[in-house]
């Protein structure tokens, strides 16, 4: 399957500002099932874009621009490549506790197993796991699907009620929120049972399916370490499995490993940010910018270093 995407993001300033710096993580990762055919960068005003590959594998695009603005724009174009993943079974047998204990034996595997900025245990989320009797039992693949589904059943879909560092307390507080929130918890809760969880930032074709999540926003989900079959994809905001739909863009301990973009600028300005994103099969007609339904957040502007030297605000995985 063939998939073309469009990410637009808009950053508007109440004033004008000055020495913008941005990191972009937005072009969709080459591994497994899925091959970046083609990505297409540009930002308004121009820019010399470069990049790197991170740590971790990710593409981290970066630019600057030194001239006075009152207003960014981002877009970023890709078309993607995705093969159906490899079949899974229903479970796994008993002794996969055994050799996921031998694998984490090595450092390979130690960020994703140890608390992270967003997903790490709390006191709120041991009353979830005796709440709901969360435990080594049966087989790591069975437990999994059984966090999934108990997030998806839990937990209501409800935009705009978490923000982009809401910590997993609120959402558990108030069994609510949104993909971030919901691939947070899950990955606490599989860390907890010694299962190497790590978060991916990405996006969902929707098509005719009936998901939760927003089809015109970017997306996120847990993968979790099996022995003999690596990183597998759970979407508990969806309660699925990743498949031909997920197109992944980066993968990190968390969200603050991922965001699509991170970047400063001068100037005492508030920031509006308008988001939209695009997902189509490549025989539909080219997206239009018009086709895109923006969504807008509206910040005080973050304080850094002095009152000149603002953060630049993220965009929360929907």
Not at 31 to 38: G, H, T
Not at 69 to 84: C, R, S
Not at 152 to 164: C, K, L, N, R
Not at 226 to 237: N, V
Request: hydrophobic content about 35%.
């Amino acid at each position: 399957m063939f998939y073309s995407i469009r990410h637009i993001t808009r950053f508007s300033y109440s004033s004008p500002v000055s020495e913008s710096a941005m990191e972009v993580r937005m072009q969709p990762r080459s591994e497994a099932n899925q091959k970046c055919i083609r990505f297409d960068l540009a930002t308004q005003p121009r820019s010399k874009i470069q990049g790197y590959r991170d740590h971790i594998g990710n593409i981290v695009h970066h630019f600057s621009i030194p001239g006075r603005h009152q207003q960014l724009k981002i877009n970023a174009e890709a078309t993607v490549e995705v093969t159906p993943a490899l079949a899974l079974p229903q479970t796994l047998p008993t002794q996969a506790w055994h050799d996921l204990e031998s694998l984490c034996a090595s450092d390979e595997y130690w960020d994703y197993l140890v608390p992270s900025r967003y997903a790490h245990s709390s006191e709120l989320l041991d009353v979830f796991k005796k709440e709901w009797n969360i435990e080594r039992r049966d087989d790591p693949l069975t437990l999994l699907h059984e966090i999934s589904t108990l997030i998806y059943e839990e937990f209501d879909y409800a935009p705009q009620t978490t923000s982009v560092d809401s910590t997993i307390d609120h959402a558990l507080e108030e069994r609510r929120g949104v993909c971030q929130d919901f691939a947070h918890v899950m990955i606490a809760l599989g860390r907890d049972l010694g299962i190497p969880c790590r978060y991916v930032s990405g996006y969902l074709y929707h098509g005719g399916a009936r998901d939760r999540s927003a089809a015109d926003a970017t997306h996120a989900w847990a993968e979790a370490y099996l022995p003999d079959f690596g990183w597998i994809g759970f979407d508990p905001t969806n309660n699925i499995m990743t498949g031909e739909r997920h197109l992944r863009t980066a993968v990190g301990r968390d969200y603050a490993d991922v965001p699509p973009t991170k970047g400063i600028y001068k100037g005492k300005a508030n920031t509006e940010l308008s988001v939209g994103v695009q997902v189509s099969p490549t025989e539909a007609p080219p997206p239009g910018e018009e086709m895109i339904q923006m969504h807008t957040w509206i910040s005080e502007p973050t304080q850094i270093e002095d009152d000149l030297q603002q953060q630049q605000q993220q965009q929360q995985q929907q």
